[in-house]
């Protein structure tokens, strides 16, 4: 079974000591993060070390990806950026709906051309993350990809419902990337 990914606004919480903050989020297609983004790169999660920024309050997050290659370009050694949300000294911060990501996570990442925002570095905050595992990619959510219709991605209901399709009717990495590789050459 598989869902159209149906665009909405979406609100960011920030739970930051009692707290609340919101933000209004505006949904981008997937031919629209491909072109917004100053780089999309594939890599892999090496390492995280959370803290508390003491300026802030916030815990923040210091991500290092080893870059494997990048659509455009050559890929560089590798990149780190920083985040909000993590988890220091016992404590766990997080914005909803923010991916988590975790050491070893294979990604693909549509990046900003200024990375060094308190958000993260992608396009559209999460709607710039993709997990990828082994042949299957995931949005943000870890929710397979089934297909890209148009300039949207569709989604599967679950991740059984990926496994469930046949190779043939499944999108595969290959297939994503030419995907973006095509609207970033326009």
Do not use: C
Request: neutral net charge; hydrophobic residues 40%; without cysteine.
């Amino acid at each position: 079974m598989e869902k159209h990914f149906s665009p909405r606004i979406s609100v960011v919480i920030l739970l930051t000591a009692g707290v609340l903050s919101a933000s209004t989020v505006t949904p981008l297609s997937l031919k629209e993060i491909s072109t917004r983004a100053h780089r999309v790169t594939i890599g892999k999660i090496e390492r995280i070390t959370s803290y508390k920024d003491n300026a802030s309050g916030r815990i923040v997050s210091h991500v290092e990806v080893a870059e494997s290659h990048a659509l455009s370009g050559a890929p560089s050694a590798g990149f780190a950026f920083d985040m909000v949300g993590g988890t220091a000294g016992g404590i766990r911060q997080w914005i909803a709906g923010f991916p988590s990501f975790q050491v070893g996570d294979r990604v693909v990442l549509f990046l900003a051309e200024d990375t060094a925002t308190p958000l993260g570095p992608t396009v559209g905050l999460w709607q710039g993350v993709f997990f990828l595992d082994g042949d299957t990619v995931t949005n943000h959510a870890r929710r397979p990809v089934a297909d890209i219709r148009g300039e949207d991605l569709v989604l599967a209901e679950t991740a059984r419902d990926a496994v469930a399709q046949s190779s043939a009717s499944r999108l595969s990495v290959d297939s994503f990337l030419d995907h973006v590789r095509t609207w970033r050459q326009r």
